[in-house]
Each structure stands twice: as structure tokens, then as C-alpha cells.
């Protein structure tokens, strides 16, 4: 567990020691990739010191209509109210298995066209 440390300017371990953020970002690993493809990832990036990976969790290019690769969309009707269980269940278990890795995701929860469709194509479901 990672926390603020006492003079706020850095992370820290809950055992005080610094926390080195060193990062890959891999906006689309939660969408994209098979579990199998995900795990050789991060064990890659595990391997070679890498500490957080950067993901978001509702993607970018067409996020909430293309299904994942286990053919699952995040939402239900682009209902953030409704999120998918089994999509959800996904990005649960790659969290999970980063963690075994020693990794941090650093999770972006959605891409900005979905607040506002000038960042991208939307749609905006966050709005009211």
C-alpha cells in the first residue's frame, strides 16, 4: 500500500520507505489484451523495475461499444450506472495480478471525451 508521506511531497510504502514511480503507460491493457497477453505484459514490465502501469479503465477508441477481448463492453446501454460485472470481474483480476507482480496500475477511470466529446468521440455519459 502506497501512501502520502509526512511532509506530502512524496510516496511513500506504509513502512515509510520511498516509492520510485517509474511508469508505462498502457492506456488500452484493460480493453485490449487477453488475460493470457496481459499477465506476459506485466511480468515483462515486472522484470525490467517498472512500478505502475497507466491504464484506463473505459478506453479511448471506441471503449464502451468495441467489447474487450473477452467480448465485453463496460457498460450496460452507456449507462455508467450499469456497469458489466464480467467486464468489471476483468479489470479486477489484472489489478489483482499486478499486484502479485509488485506493480501499481495507476488507473485513469475514463478517457475525457466521456465528460466532454471535444477530447474524442464520445459518448458523453458523464454529463448531465
Known amino acids: 500500500m502506497l501512501k502520502i508521506s509526512e511532509n506530502r511531497r512524496f510516496l511513500v ?5 520511498p516509492f520510485f514511480y517509474l511508469g508505462d503507460t ?16 506485466l511480468a515483462d514490465r515486472a522484470a525490467k523495475g517498472f512500478t505502475v502501469i497507466q491504464a484506463v479503465v473505459l478506453a479511448e477508441l471506441d ?10 463492453v463496460p457498460l ?8 458489466n460485472e464480467a467486464y468489471f470481474a476483468h479489470v479486477d483480476a489484472v489489478v489483482a495480478l499486478a499486484a502479485s507482480l509488485g506493480l501499481h496500475i495507476g488507473m485513469l ?3 475525457g471525451d466521456k465528460w466532454n466529446v471535444k477530447w474524442g468521440v464520445g ?6
Do not use: K, S, V
Open 13 to 17: 510504502h506504509d513502512d515509510g520507505t
Open 26 to 41: 498502457a492506456w488500452e491493457l484493460l480493453h485490449r489484451l487477453t488475460y493470457e497477453e496481459t499477465a506476459r505484459y
Open 63 to 72: 471503449g464502451l461499444h468495441t467489447p474487450n477481448r473477452n467480448g465485453d
Open 76 to 83: 450496460i446501454d452507456d449507462d455508467p450506472t450499469q456497469p
Open 109 to 111: 477511470p475514463t478517457w
Open 123 to 128: 459518448p458523453e455519459i458523464f454529463t448531465p
